[in-house]
């Protein structure tokens, strides 16, 4: 037993025993008890050994990390930095360090912390690095750009202790990745640094685990499991209003979303999107006769607006605020009595993590009401509900690092010091996700990073390291220097242009493609506010104010999140035991039951393929429940397989749950169809001619400093970087077919907007496992589906103007239970 166990097993009166009195008095003049899982983390960090605390939201994690810091600067003072604390987000970092001022101020301990963030003032980064204060809270980008500085080794000799707050946010991504080489880099500088990390979510931890250990070892890293919350109570709305059959808004329900937020007493409403915030925001606007303070916080609006809704929620003046993801880590608001989600959700543990807002304490059972958009938004917020009460998590382990990430990595130790490549290697495969780095995959890198590559190497622009006589690299120039420190961080966004009410204030930003399609005269929805479109200057968009309600809204690239695979297996469970239907509203029950008359149910281990005629056209549509990334991919493969057997196939749009091919002929040997072998010569053939994996490329040569967005004195416009990482890319695949950026692009194309992992799996329980309906006019379940085409383009060559009749038409024909 560790520890850091073995804490957990104390009494309250050896609580005293690792405890300080100044500190067991502060608890006990609050009125508070120190829960089991701090005690730990107190122990653990006596014992000095690295901890990973599970606790629900509301447990005392933040409190915990810092709690052994605390106590150790208290009693033994501290020169220079401490402890570092990294999150995900700036607004949490901001949130942590105003709550971490109550205990050093109430105990009066000799203790100094600030925040560092890409918002912090120039002079007081430059005073930070001089004067450092003894906890400093940032993010992985600042904390990347710190150790890219010369003086990086003397900033952080001292540290004792990292704390990753949110650590499930991180791992597994680009940004997890960063932050991996830079705690190796951080243990190269203070060998005696031990690491924390805090989560509400995981669904790894085993995993997790050895992400957080310096050498990749789970078992060097204790597990420290916080204390039983009280189960939440999550319920779906019961509106009164027909269910719709499709979209995504949940404007049918808002009403009753604002007769909630009325009930209660400070309400967080959740969205999946930024443009759906905005909708949900205008139309609770609209409804408020009680004129309820009402905000609305997302990603793209202006700073000072987002701090400004932020302060009003922690002061308690709001009644309710329409958020997406910005506000769903860790922001501690004990005031929140209600979180409503509307739209599915489309993970569990992001669920989870939500819900956790409100109530925020462990004796106050969090209270949450999904809202589903459609029907079948119905059967995933029912899944859901079932998750949440049964305890079970979803999420993918990590995966291995990006080489863009690496090279970026690469490039920002040699703008600090000169290093020798066997070092670097020695010290990046310490990182988790670089453990399995090959040695050939490492040299690559630094190849690229050194001059670009063997097709690029004649180029002096990619020529950003110099070789020493001793085998060291530096950097090249001051130029190169300054490019990195400017373009550094993994999260490649579109291009956005700012908005600005012409001579007033500026509201945020939107992506430059959206501004770029508007017509002076639009309106469009931003910042809750109806503005006309007046034109772009200098990379702003002017605007005015106007009426009317019948906007354009903003979109937002990547906004839409998949469904998870534990949530899909649970919906198809739902389908196929129509003893659980009792606990679905009437109308979606209904539907389900003519969906059985007429056709059949998707069943767990088989794939739903039916098909019919419908106009001048044949549908098939397939109930395959792996999310949209992976069938927008089986759509493309399904079409040029249609193709090659002469069926004429116009078209394709996919949802979470089915996707739905339409051609001039009818489909036949629909298991052929279905073969793995579509993920062979099918696959390279698509890859290599879509637009996609130029996509990723311009992403991958973002990050890895091919392509640079910021350049002193000037900013590219997204045209710009497109056109440039498009010529690059033509170039490598016609010269270098195995560059190591193009290796990075394919693997990220697999992993991510392709899903082809999942498609893989699903096309080999698929094998001989199809069950083919024919049918003689669209199902009940194929209506969701097909209303979807001509909403959104899903293939610049396969956009099909499908339906000439009414949406109720086709829906009265797939419920007609007359043969």
């Known amino acids: 037993m560790s520890l850091a166990e073995a804490a957990v097993r104390k009494t309250s009166a050896d609580a005293q025993e690792l405890l300080p009195d100044r500190f067991a008095g502060w608890f006990a003049g609050r009125g508070w008890r120190p829960h089991a899982h701090q005690l730990a983390l107190v122990a653990a960090a006596q014992a000095g050994r690295h901890a990973l605390v599970i606790a629900p939201t509301g447990g005392g994690k933040t409190l915990a990390g810092f709690l052994p810091s605390l106590i150790e600067i208290s009693e033994a003072g501290a020169e220079g ?63 990347t750009l710190l150790l890219s500085y010369p003086d990086a080794a003397k900033l952080f000799r001292g540290l004792r202790c990292v704390v990753l707050d949110e650590i499930h946010a991180l791992a597994g ?41 310096t050498d990749a070892n789970a078992g060097s890293v204790d597990l420290i499991a916080g204390g039983e919350s009280v189960d939440a109570q999550v319920g779906m709305l019961a509106t009164r209003e027909q269910m719709p059959w499709s979209g995504h808004m949940a404007v049918h329900a808002l009403p009753e979303v604002y007769e909630e937020i009325r009930r209660a007493g400070t309400t967080l409403v959740f969205v999946n999107t930024r443009a759906q915030a905005e909708i949900v925001f205008q139309e609770l606007w609209h409804l408020n006769e009680d004129n309820l303070p009402i905000a609305l916080h997302h990603g793209s609006l202006a700073r000072e607006q987002r701090r400004k809704v932020e302060a009003a929620m922690a002061a308690g003046r709001l009644r309710a605020v329409v958020a997406t993801s910005s506000l769903d880590l860790g922001i501690d608001w004990a005031a929140v009595d209600l979180v409503i989600q509307v739209g599915a959700p489309k993970g569990v543990s992001r669920l989870v993590q939500r819900v956790g807002r409100s109530g925020h304490r462990l004796d106050v059972p969090s209270r949450a009401i999904l809202v589903p958009a459609n029907r079948f938004e119905v059967l995933e917020c029912r899944a859901a509900i079932d998750a949440v ?102 999260i490649v966004e579109a291009t956005t242009l700012k908005v600005k009410i012409l001579r007033g204030p500026v509201l945020g930003e939107v992506e430059e493609y959206f501004a770029l399609g508007l017509e002076e005269g639009d309106t469009f929805i931003f910042s809750g506010q109806m503005l006309r479109f007046v034109g772009i200057r200098e990379m702003t968009v002017e605007a005015v104010r106007a009426g009317g309600d019948a906007p354009q809204v903003p979109a937002y ?6 469904l998870t695979t534990h949530l899909a297996e649970r919906v198809r469970a739902i389908l196929a035991r129509p003893a659980r239907w009792h606990e679905l509203p009437d109308q979606v029950r209904e539907w389900l039951d003519i969906q059985r008359w007429r056709s059949c149910l998707p069943e767990p281990d088989w794939l739903l393929v039916e098909s019919f005629p419908r106009g001048r056209k044949h549908f098939m549509v397939a109930y395959c429940f792996e999310g949209r990334n992976a069938h927008q991919t089986l759509g493309m493969l399904l079409t040029r397989r249609m193709e090659r057997a002469g069926l004429a196939p116009m078209g394709f749009v996919a949802t979470d749950y089915v996707i739905a091919v339409w ?110 309906r024919r049918l003689d006019r669209v199902s009940p379940l194929a209506v969701p589906v097909l209303l979807e085409i001509g909403k959104e383009r899903v293939d610049g060559e396969a956009v099909d103007e499908l339906l000439d009749e009414a949406a109720q038409e086709l829906i009265a024909e797939a419920t007609d239970r007359r043969p």
């Open 81 to 143: 930095l401490h402890t570092l604390y990294i999150s995900p987000l700036k607004a949490l970092a901001v949130d942590v360090h105003r709550n971490l001022e109550t205990p050093i101020a109430e105990m009066r301990l000799p203790v100094t912390a600030e925040t560092r963030t890409g918002d912090t003032p120039q002079h007081k980064r430059q005073r930070q690095r001089e004067r450092p204060p003894n906890i400093l809270l940032t993010t992985p980008e600042s904390l």
């Open 173 to 213: 991504t680009k940004r997890g990745d960063q932050l991996a080489l830079c705690l190796t880099r951080l243990q190269a500088i203070a060998p005696g640094c031990r690491r924390v990390g805090l989560s509400a979510t995981v669904a790894w931890p085993d995993a997790l685990r050895a992400w957080l250990a």
């Open 389 to 490: 009460r049964e305890g079970t998590l979803d999420g993918d382990p990590p995966q291995p690092g990006g080489f863009d990430v690496l090279a970026q990595h690469v490039m920002a130790m040699a703008c600090a010091a000169p290093f020798h490549p066997d070092e670097l290697y020695r010290e990046v495969t310490r990182a988790a996700p670089y453990a399995d780095l090959g040695r050939k995959d490492f040299d690559d890198v630094v190849a690229f990073v050194d001059h670009g590559g063997y097709a690029l190497r004649e180029y002096e622009r990619w020529r950003r390291l110099e070789r020493l006589p001793d085998g060291h690299y530096k950097a090249v120039s001051p130029a190169m220097v300054r490019r990195l420190r400017m373009n550094i961080g993994t």
């Open 557 to 562: 690239v990547g906004g839409r999140l998949p």
């Open 663 to 772: 051609s001039m002929k009818p489909v036949g040997n629909v298991q052929a169809l279905f073969d793995e072998d579509m993920l062979g010569d099918d696959l390279e053939a698509w890859m290599d001619e879509s637009s996609m994996l130029k996509r990723t490329f311009r992403n991958v040569a973002v990050i890895a400093g091919l392509i640079e967005r910021q350049y002193p004195g000037e900013r590219k416009t997204g045209k710009q970087v497109t056109f440039n990482s498009d010529l690059i890319y033509d170039t490598l695949r016609r010269h270098e077919p195995q560059h190591i950026l193009l290796r990075a692009t394919r693997r990220d194309a697999a992993r991510g907007l392709t899903d082809i992992e999942r498609l893989a799996g699903m096309l080999k329980r698929a094998k001989d496992r199809i069950l083919h």
